[in-house]
């Protein structure tokens, strides 16, 4: 998989947007981008996934840069619900659904 | 739609003895891919089969198998447990193997060894 790099840790205060960076530098060009959360002793659930376009459904916003090297994704309304562990992925093409999980992005949603 | 379904959800084995856990995938679902989660290694993937057939493979010893009966439904056995087996098992269905598909993580079968 293309290496993804993620801040360890973030804070949100509730009801503001959340805003989760990746960087992905050597995505190929048919790779997309993943994003799954893992709330605490859950398993890991699907959010979002991209290739060059942006990407909106009911969960998140995922904005992928023009050079496709990083990504970002967005939670518009944080809750305490969405305290979770964010993990960003660029499975590798060829791998079939073989997803590589790197540390992720503690996000804490504060009151 | 049911979601993804593992049993059981708790396990306690003595090292040595060997152990069976079962997932039953999203109805329609042909991809069963199993991971291991520990807390000093994080979430890894252990191996993926896909119409009975195992595609992929994680980097794990030969005591960690699988299989995938004809309506998709997957087995993982582990043989001469060992202390460090201990971890939450994941399992994951997904519709196709075609890029772009998500997969759907069921709640997991964790694994005590003692």
């Known amino acids: 998989d293309a290496k993804t790099t993620q801040p360890t840790s973030m804070d949100c205060a509730e009801g503001r947007a959340a805003n989760l960076p990746c960087n992905h530098s050597?995505?190929?060009?048919?790779?997309?981008v993943y994003w799954y959360r893992q709330i605490h002793s859950q398993g890991p659930q699907y959010i979002i996934h991209?290739?060059?376009n942006n990407e909106t459904n009911e969960m998140a916003s995922l904005i992928i840069t023009e050079d496709r090297k990083s990504s970002t994704l967005i939670l518009p309304h944080a809750t305490l619900r969405d305290t979770a562990v964010y993990y960003c992925i660029v499975p590798q093409s060829n791998a079939g659904n073989m997803l590589t999980f790197g540390g992720g992005t503690r996000l804490m949603v504060k009151p | 739609k049911a979601g993804v379904t593992q049993t059981p959800r708790y396990l306690i084995k003595t090292r040595g003895q060997q152990v069976t856990l079962s997932c039953s995938p999203i109805s329609g679902h042909r991809s069963v891919s199993w991971y291991q989660q520990t807390p000093g290694q994080g979430l890894q993937f252990l191996f993926e089969?896909?119409?009975?057939?195992?595609?992929n493979k994680g980097n794990f010893p030969g005591r960690f198998s699988g299989r995938q009966f004809s309506n998709s439904r997957s087995e993982m056995n582990v043989s001469t447990l060992e202390l460090g087996d201990s971890a939450l098992y994941l399992c994951?269905?997904?519709?196709?193997?075609?890029?772009?598909?998500?997969?759907?993580f069921g709640q997991g079968t964790r694994l005590t060894v003692v």
């Open positions: 089969y896909f119409s009975e057939t195992q595609r």
């Open positions: 991209g290739l060059k």
């Open positions: 050597t995505i190929s060009g048919n790779e997309y």
């Open positions: 994951a269905s997904s519709f196709s193997q075609g890029r772009g598909t998500e997969a759907f």
